[in-house]
């Protein structure tokens, strides 16, 4: 939009400040700060109105998953083994959207079992 030296009427009244952002809750002190930041400093303003911070996926001992500690797990293995619509259950049932979820495959397995039946029990 090359602001603000053109189309600055029209980044004012529609672009510049957003309803609501949504990030995990490790980025609260970087990203929501930084926006803020250069939205007072640049425009005397907020840059959002409403956040939304969802929690971390952790593994099943509680521990951040990294690739460095080897506790993190493939999403597409996952996905493929277990299928889009359980993995999905699972992870919206287990936790609310701003808590930590402690993920387990074997709460994946039980969620297809009992939630799905035998009709996803084919991958």
Same mark, same amino acid.
């Given at each position: #939009?090359?602001?603000?030296?053109?189309?600055?009427?029209?980044?004012?009244?529609? #672009? !510049?400040?957003? %309803?609501?952002i949504?990030? *995990?809750v490790?980025?609260? !002190?970087?990203? &929501?700060?930084?926006l803020?930041?250069?939205a007072?400093m640049?425009f %005397?303003?907020?840059?959002?109105?409403?956040?939304?911070s +969802? *929690?971390?996926?952790? %593994?099943? +001992?509680g521990?951040k998953?990294?690739?460095r500690? *080897?506790?993190?797990?493939?999403?597409?293995?996952?996905l493929?083994? =277990?299928? $889009?619509?359980?993995?999905? #259950?699972?992870m919206?049932?287990?936790a609310? $959207? #701003?808590? +930590?979820?402690? =993920?387990?495959?074997e709460g994946?397995s039980?969620?297809r !079992?009992k939630? &799905?039946?035998?009709?996803?029990n084919?991958y």
């Amino acid at each position: #939009w090359h602001y603000p030296f053109e189309n600055a009427e029209k980044v004012e009244q529609t #672009w !510049r400040k957003a %309803d609501f952002i949504a990030e *995990g809750v490790d980025q609260t !002190r970087g990203w &929501f700060y930084t926006l803020h930041a250069i939205a007072t400093m640049t425009f %005397d303003d907020v840059a959002y109105k409403n956040v939304v911070s +969802n *929690g971390l996926v952790l %593994d099943k +001992n509680g521990q951040k998953m990294s690739k460095r500690l *080897g506790n993190a797990v493939d999403p597409f293995e996952t996905l493929a083994a =277990f299928g $889009p619509d359980a993995t999905r #259950w699972y992870m919206i049932s287990n936790a609310n $959207p #701003w808590d +930590n979820l402690k =993920f387990d495959i074997e709460g994946i397995s039980e969620v297809r !079992r009992k939630f &799905f039946g035998t009709l996803y029990n084919t991958y």
